[in-house]
């Protein structure tokens, strides 16, 4: 998994802090919403994988589709 520490992020990447607002379960199947619009992706398989288990297994779907744009962070 690439949750990284915040001093190893990219620059140029959206970073997402799992430990804010923003690392709520709701808002990052908002993010996922978005980037499969923009990406071209079936939103309703990676929401049913991301929602398939616990919180750990919904951030490991997303970091697995969306870590090539997205840095999470702790």
Not at 27 to 50: E, F, N, S
Request: hydrophobic content about 35%; aromatic content about 10%.
């Amino acid at each position: 998994m690439a949750i990284k520490p915040v001093k190893e992020l990219h620059k140029g990447k959206k970073k997402i802090d799992l430990t804010g607002p923003d690392g709520n379960a709701f808002v990052l199947l908002g993010y996922a919403k978005g980037l499969c619009k923009q990406l071209g992706k079936d939103y309703d398989a990676i929401r049913k994988d991301m929602t398939s288990g616990d919180y750990e297994h919904l951030v490991e779907v997303f970091d697995r589709e969306f870590g090539a744009f997205v840095d999470l962070y702790r």
